[in-house]
């Protein structure tokens, strides 16, 4: 088997944004993928940042073709009918001044194609099968091991792996980085479908935060709400989250429980709700937070869902995924256009810049939980600027390092997360 410079395992955003950022380099990678696009996958909602990323690999009109909703922002729903809306906004490159802007609600399936469809028109080699196993020579990977369609074992070699599985975490389950580490929102459950005629936001000429594409989040309590994302004029993703014991004790199956949360969740939530006849399967999902350590060494690379989920609130999966695949296509190309000899630091910048982004988004979605008024009153008052910067994605760099509010952030949560792990070794010491 020939050698390439560069083999992606994931066909998904991660994988197809890597490709596509490698091809504009010159660089002809091997995607490969174990599943036939189209297919289903939940986190339809794409931040401004994403959207920008998508203009910039020429994906817009193709994106207009398929009439996704746009939208214009993000509005939070608290109990009590008072929400929050945070408008997406774009910093300007002469001014740095905040301007308005828009981005898209995908339907994954044909979104994810749309990516996949673009990086192998464009010269990517493209391989569907299964990846077995990392091949490792002494301390360093040097390819994988696959399983064509007719069950045939090939070695394929590389230059560098890159491991673009999303939630399976390929490499993470092969022993090759650290081991996968539980995250703060493993105990929650997520339900979710598509429902048609739900009551959308009528738009307006002078208020965005009208316009019908827009994504709508509804809390009951910490840990307990539900999404609302337009996929199109009449039909819309919703989900709940909720505590996984909580969903045990209700005990009912699936549908029912999806379809009584709806209806009993938050009252503006309610409101909208025209029929519960799902047009989509009802799936779960469970233990989807986690955190993969010293995801990159010799010969390898892990992009996205592959390293690290925090938790689906805010919409942050697609974006995290393609900026990062862009910022490790900059550290691929620089090792291999380097004469010296891989070691473990040679994407050590690329993993702490990926870390950067990664705990900005832990501390955004905790900050709202642990303390969700000061989070109402940031959104809304004096830090407005700054909430809109993280919301929209700019989380790392001097971006984030100069945003004060995600700084406070910073300080009220490890203050918190002080307590409570204080709290958790007194219980063990009195135990």
Known sequence: MKKRPVIIIGGGPAGSATALHLLRSGVQPLIIERESFPRFHIGESLSGECGADLRGLGLEEELLRQKYPIKH?????????????????????????????????????????ILLDAARNRGVEYMECDAVAPIKEDDRITGVQIRTAKG?????????????????????????????IKG????????????????????????????????LIFYKQKDHWAWMIPL???ITSIGVVVPAPYFKERKLDKVDFLRDEILTLNPDLTRRVTNTSFVEEVRTISSYSYTVPNFTGKGFVCVGDAHHFTDPIFSFGVFLSMKEAEFAVEA???HLGAEKEVNEKSFAAYEALATQGQ?????????????????????????QDDITDLFAGRLYGESVENNASRAAMRRLIETRRAEKQNATELAVSLS
């Open 232 to 234: 199109s004029d009449t």
């Open 359 to 383: 705990d900005a988004v832990r501390d955004l979605i905790d900050c709202f939980w642990e303390y969700p008024l000061v989070f109402t009153r940031m959104a809304g008052g004096k830090a």
């Open 332 to 334: 691929i190309l620089k």
């Open 73 to 113: 922002g993000v509005k939070v729903f608290n109990p009590h009918g008072v929400p929050f809306w945070v408008e997406v906004k774009k910093r300007c490159p002469e001014t740095n001044a905040l301007i308005p802007t828009w981005t898209w609600s995908v339907v994954r399936s044909s979104f994810d194609r």
């Open 152 to 180: 045939a074992l090939e070695d394929h070699r590389c230059e560098v792996l890159v491991d673009c599985s999303g939630q399976a975490t390929f490499l993470a389950n092969r022993g090759i980085t650290g081991k996968k």
């Open 184 to 215: 703060s929102y493993v105990s929650q459950v997520a339900v979710f479908s598509q429902l048609t005629d739900m009551v959308l936001d009528p738009g307006s000429d002078t208020d965005t935060s009208l316009a019908p594409g827009n994504s």
